[in-house]
């Protein structure tokens, strides 16, 4: 979708429909002289919120849909069940562009930059489609152009320049996310990210398996090594930012396939451990986004990516590996591998000098279990960068929730024979994995999120959320002074 702007009086336009709310809808209908055909029209419409009708006209303007918006202000995520139900509807039409016209709404506490971001960011989640796979699929929407009408374009420009970035950013995590495992493996995370590279102050690296081993990466290699698929340290470097400013990290779960390994999974729903990589593609989509919108900052985006596999050569429960930190962790679970090509990931974070670093992953299965779908855990040792990281997903709506990180929790890791074990049992799953990987963060502001919950979905509506790249963008988007 291609989001724009436009201004000048709503009747000038030339559009094959304008989308806004009863009461605007009404007063254009009087300046092109067709409030007959829109009383009509509307006449058992009751302006509700989230109805909507659509009334065709003669002239310029062939389409008017009304959408209800009722007459009190809204609250954010009032305005964001409008946005998503007039996106819904929108794109059922036979239309190539829209215009928006809801700057006139009021909601609590908010500009119309925030509206814009709101109403672009639905139609971006409405409009994806992954058909990549199913020729039987129906014909996806026709439109590609949202324009959104305002009478004072000036405080909206840099909005819509971020909603264009965040809109690719979606897709290519959404896209990364869905791609079957047969497909979306170690090295195919790697050659879609080298086209991130096409940009000029980006570069694409990976460590290959020999050299994660000279680096003494014996965690990663752990689970790795039972796939036939080579596992990646996929290292990418945007350069947006002033030469010496330290850089953000984001490093990010990418686990192409989760098995559990020897520690095997039941086999109920276990296609669904294709979204395992789904923190690798949150990161590599918010790093889009970035590059898109030529955010003045530096970032280095690490993605540990390997498959999860039973093999002959696979790690058994009970062996001990050295990981790059040099702690020992003796594997009693070889499910619990997300951790494991974490703690390695970030021991090499920490080799780039970070102002922060954030680590996304689908870590646990507890986590789901803690907040369900509409919550990230979000754990970190710093309190500032929580409390933005938490701004930033109220902000968009894509939310998380603070969980603790207290060394209380640490003693569940203990192993007789290791530093560290990889499991910490039942209680409090999702705490002790951020836990296990908190001792491998040390001297930086870091934050860890849990995205089991949030990035995918299961059953009917089964596929790729693309969460959460809207609260990451947000939040790199504000560290570069961007609203
Ligand atoms: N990838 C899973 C977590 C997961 C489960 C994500 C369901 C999304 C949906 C992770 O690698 C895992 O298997 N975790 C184990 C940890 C346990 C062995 C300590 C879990 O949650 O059961
Ligand atoms: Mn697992
Ligand atoms: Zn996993």
Redo the contacts with the bound molecule.
């Keep these: 979708m291609k989001y724009s702007l436009t201004d000048g009086a709503l009747q000038d336009h030339n559009s094959p429909c304008v989308v806004t709310t009863l009461k605007a809808a009404r007063k254009l209908a009087r300046s092109i002289g067709v409030s007959a055909e829109v009383t009509r029209a509307s006449q058992d419409f009751k302006d509700t919120p989230y109805q909507s009708v659509c009334v065709n006209l003669p002239g310029k303007i062939p389409r008017l849909l009304i959408v209800g918006a009722g007459d009190a202000t809204l609250d954010a995520d009032g305005f964001r069940k409008l946005a998503s139900a007039a996106a819904k509807r929108v794109l059922e039409l036979p239309i190539k562009s829209v215009v928006y016209a809801f700057d006139h709404v009021k909601v609590t506490g908010k500009k119309s930059d925030w509206k814009i971001s709101t109403l672009a960011h639905a139609m971006t989640n409405a409009a994806y489609r992954y058909g990549k796979h199913k020729p039987s699929a129906p014909t996806p929407p026709s439109l590609t152009t949202t324009r959104f009408h305002l009478h004072n374009k000036t405080n909206a420009k840099s909005a819509v320049r971020m909603a264009n970035a965040l809109d690719k950013g979606m897709h290519l995590a959404r896209d990364l996310g869905n791609e079957p495992p047969n497909i979306c493996h170690p090295a195919y995370l790697l050659k879609e990210t080298r086209k991130l590279a096409k940009a000029t102050n980006v570069t694409v690296t990976s460590l290959t398996e020999k050299k994660m081993a000279e680096l003494g990466m014996g965690a990663f290699l752990a689970v790795s090594q039972g796939s036939d698929a080579p596992g990646h340290m996929i290292i990418v470097r945007y350069n947006g930012g002033k030469k010496n400013t330290a850089p953000h990290c984001l490093v990010g779960k990418g686990?192409t396939f989760?098995t559990?390994g020897i520690?095997l999974?039941p086999p109920a729903a276990m296609d669904?451990?294709k979204?395992?990589m789904c923190g690798a593609a949150a990161v590599l989509g918010a790093t889009k986004a970035v590059i898109e919108a030529k955010l003045p900052i530096n970032l280095v985006t690490i993605v540990a990516a390997a498959e999860n596999m039973p093999s002959g050569g696979a790690t058994r429960p009970g062996d001990i590996v050295t990981s790059a930190s040099g702690k020992t962790v003796e594997i009693l679970?070889t499910?619990?591998?997300?951790r494991l090509v974490l703690c390695d990931a970030l021991t090499h974070a920490q080799t780039f000098k970070p102002q922060s670093i954030i680590d996304v992953a689908?870590?646990?299965?507890?986590c789901?279990i803690a907040l369900g779908s509409h919550a990230s855990a979000l754990y970190s040792n710093d309190d500032k960068l929580a409390d933005q990281i938490l701004d930033a997903g109220q902000m968009t709506g894509d939310k998380a929730w603070r969980m603790p990180l207290w060394d209380e929790y640490q003693t569940a890791l203990r192993s007789n024979f290791a530093d560290v074990a990889n499991?910490g049992g039942r209680a409090a799953?999702s705490v002790t994995?951020a836990c296990f990987l908190a001792r491998f963060v040390d001297g930086v502001k870091w934050a860890h999120m849990d995205v089991?919950g949030s990035a995918f979905m299961g059953g009917s509506r089964k596929g790729s959320t693309g969460r959460p790249v809207p609260l990451l963008f947000a939040y790199l988007c504000s560290e570069s002074g961007i609203a």
Excluded: R, V
């Design positions: 686990i989760d559990g520690s999974k669904e451990m979204y395992d679970n499910d619990a591998e997300g689908t870590l646990t299965g507890a789901i499991i799953g994995a089991a």
